[in-house]
């Protein structure tokens, strides 16, 4: 069995090394989700026919993300194949991996562990990440016993020379999480505000191909070869065709007519690549068959960014008016989240935010925009003086011009989120805007993406959990 890397569709991979299969984040069903009201399909599609594949030695899940941690897919494997993770894996993660009979192997950072003929490592990235990322492991796979070579899969962080330290990899797998909206529609972390953002400006196709060819591998001077994954979901019901700019056929064919000293390899899900060779020898898996997309990608999907309308309708994931109950437990959440907020990097830029377009800001500097309540579409904003949410007069457009961050959302899905029946993530890819001023990374999602995470918030993950048989 040669040496090879085979991509099975988002950031689902399987290493073939030494004699040895290792599955890594498996992604086997055909879309993921907390709800039937809102999956994220596989795309390009395909099917794994789990009759047929291979028998693995190992799964390695690098992370808790939910395109990453897929119990229904971890749960139809072998319950003889032992699950491997860092040790900072959330405890809700490993207790849920636990109750549906897998066996987890926790690894410390860098600490080598032999699977058959390969060796693997994990190893966690920059530190000055997000809390999100924050526990998120690399993995690096090498032939057991040798200096150097293999295959080092980035997982959804950043990396640091720390994180590169001792590596020497012949293959390097980069997520391309740019994840580009189409005209008119905005991203998870994108702005209703019509204001640059130095942090994060316009990003370009070449900006892209610059950063998965140099960017990501400046550290691993000994790559050759480079591979993507990331940004291979749709959402149903449909919100906006594929993203920009992740054709990794197209990529290929572009980046390899640029590239002097490395080349990229655009896999297909269900495409196995054989690296130890030039050129690469790309071949089909036999048990992953490429099926039509439920959702069809119009050509008009792929056009660039245009202007977006603040006003834009904002449909609910659930088809259902927010009761008194909903409405409790929001406020609750809101009187719980208020200092928390001003404690963080969202409300610490607030507190310095004097003024905001073109007027002098007052206590009120934070909103939430809550539609579909009992009593119809209110604010409701945190008052930097008393550190309380109160009551606002008045709809979105005047909390825009008025209140210099906030989010705009639905009150059923959000209590959603609340109940742990859904991700805040898929709520806040699907179905909530935001605006802010400054980095987005320390924008309203980003804030909560930290603040109802599964590190900070193992109630909500657990009865996802729960959802998922686990």
Request: aromatic letters at 6%; charged letters at 20%; proline letters at 7%.
């Given at each position: 069995m040669p040496?090879?890397?085979?991509?099975?569709?988002?950031?689902?991979?399987?290493?073939?090394?030494?004699?040895?299969?290792?599955?890594?984040d498996?992604?086997?069903d055909t879309s993921?989700?907390?709800?039937?009201?809102?999956?994220?399909?596989?795309?390009p599609s395909?099917?794994v026919d789990?009759?047929?594949?291979?028998?693995?030695?190992?799964?390695?899940v690098?992370?808790?993300?939910l395109?990453?941690?897929?119990?229904?897919?971890?749960?139809?494997?072998?319950?003889d194949?032992?699950?491997?993770t860092?040790?900072?894996?959330p405890?809700v993660c490993t207790?849920?991996?636990?109750?549906?009979?897998?066996?987890?192997?926790?690894?410390?950072?860098?600490e080598?562990?032999?699977?058959?003929?390969?060796e693997?490592?994990l190893?966690?990235g920059?530190p000055?990440?997000p809390?999100?990322?924050?526990r998120?492991a690399s993995?690096y796979?090498k032939?057991a016993?040798?200096e150097g070579?293999?295959?080092?899969i980035?997982?959804?962080t950043s990396?640091?020379?720390?994180t590169a330290?001792?590596c020497?990899?012949?293959v390097?797998?980069?997520t391309?999480?740019?994840?580009?909206p189409p005209?008119?529609e905005?991203?998870?972390?994108?702005?209703m505000?019509?204001?640059?953002?130095?942090?994060a400006p316009?990003?370009?196709?070449l900006d892209l191909l610059f950063?998965l060819?140099n960017?990501?591998?400046?550290?691993f001077?000994s790559v050759?070869l480079?591979?993507?994954?990331?940004?291979g979901?749709?959402?149903?019901?449909?919100k906006?065709?594929?993203?920009l700019?992740?054709?990794f056929?197209e990529?290929?064919?572009?980046?390899?007519?640029?590239s002097?000293?490395?080349?990229?390899v655009g896999?297909?899900?269900?495409e196995?690549a054989?690296?130890?060779?030039s050129?690469v020898?790309k071949t089909?898996?036999?048990?992953?068959?490429?099926t039509?997309?439920?959702l069809?990608v119009?050509p008009?999907?792929?056009?660039a960014?245009?202007?977006?309308?603040p006003?834009?309708p904002?449909p609910?994931i659930?088809?259902?008016?927010?009761?008194e109950?909903?409405?409790?437990?929001?406020?609750?959440e809101?009187?719980?989240?208020a200092?928390?907020i001003m404690?963080?990097?969202l409300?610490?830029?607030?507190?310095?935010?004097n003024?905001?377009?073109?007027?002098?800001?007052g206590p009120?500097?934070f909103a939430?925009h809550?539609?579909?309540?009992?009593?119809?579409?209110?604010?409701?904003?945190?008052d930097?003086?008393?550190?309380?949410f109160e009551p606002?007069?008045?709809?979105l457009r005047?909390a825009?011009?008025?209140?210099?961050s906030?989010i705009?959302v639905?009150a059923g899905?959000?209590?959603?989120?609340?109940r742990?029946?859904?991700?805040?993530?898929?709520?806040a890819?699907?179905?909530m805007?935001?605006?802010y001023?400054?980095?987005?990374?320390?924008?309203?999602?980003?804030?909560?993406?930290g603040?109802l995470?599964?590190?900070?918030?193992p109630?909500l993950?657990?009865r996802?959990y729960?959802s998922?048989g686990a």
């Open positions: 040496d090879a890397i085979a991509f099975l569709g988002q950031q689902s991979w399987m290493v073939e090394m030494g004699g040895a299969r290792i599955l890594v498996p992604m086997l993921f989700g907390h709800s039937d009201q809102l999956r994220f399909e596989i795309y395909r099917r789990l009759d047929q594949m291979p028998p693995v030695d190992a799964v390695v690098t992370n808790e993300h395109d990453h941690f897929h119990l229904p897919s971890l749960r139809r494997l072998p319950a194949v032992p699950v491997v860092h040790r900072l894996m405890k207790d849920a991996l636990e109750a549906i009979g897998r066996k987890v192997q926790l690894l410390g950072h860098d080598p562990l032999r699977i058959g003929g390969a693997l490592r190893l966690l920059d000055d990440v809390v999100w990322e924050s998120v993995l796979v032939p016993g040798a070579g293999g295959v080092f980035q997982s959804d990396l640091s020379q720390d330290a001792g020497t990899p012949e390097f797998i980069a391309h999480n740019a994840q580009v005209a008119g905005l991203g998870a972390f994108d702005n505000l019509p204001v640059p953002e130095p942090q316009e990003l370009t196709g950063t060819l960017g990501t591998t400046e550290q001077p050759r480079i591979a993507l994954s990331g940004g979901y749709v959402q149903a019901p449909r906006h065709g594929s993203f700019w992740n054709d056929a990529l290929e064919d572009i980046a390899n007519a640029l002097i000293d490395k080349k990229l896999l297909a899900p269900g196995l054989e690296y130890g060779q050129p020898l089909g898996l036999p048990w992953v068959t490429r039509e997309p439920a069809t119009e008009s999907d792929r056009q960014r245009g202007e977006f309308d006003g834009a904002l609910p659930f088809e259902r008016t927010a009761d109950a909903d409405m409790r437990l929001i406020h609750d809101l009187a719980a989240l200092p928390l404690l963080a990097p409300g610490r830029g607030l507190i310095n935010s003024a905001y377009l073109g007027g002098e800001t009120l500097r939430v809550l539609r579909g309540t009992p009593q119809g579409d209110v604010v409701h904003a945190l930097f003086n008393s550190a309380r606002c007069p008045g709809g005047d825009l011009f008025t209140i210099p906030g705009d639905n899905d959000l209590a959603a989120v609340l742990g029946e859904i991700h805040i993530w898929e709520l890819v699907s179905r805007r935001q605006w001023l400054g980095d987005r990374m320390d924008s309203p999602v980003g804030f909560l993406y603040a995470s599964e590190q900070v918030r109630d993950a657990a996802m729960r998922l």
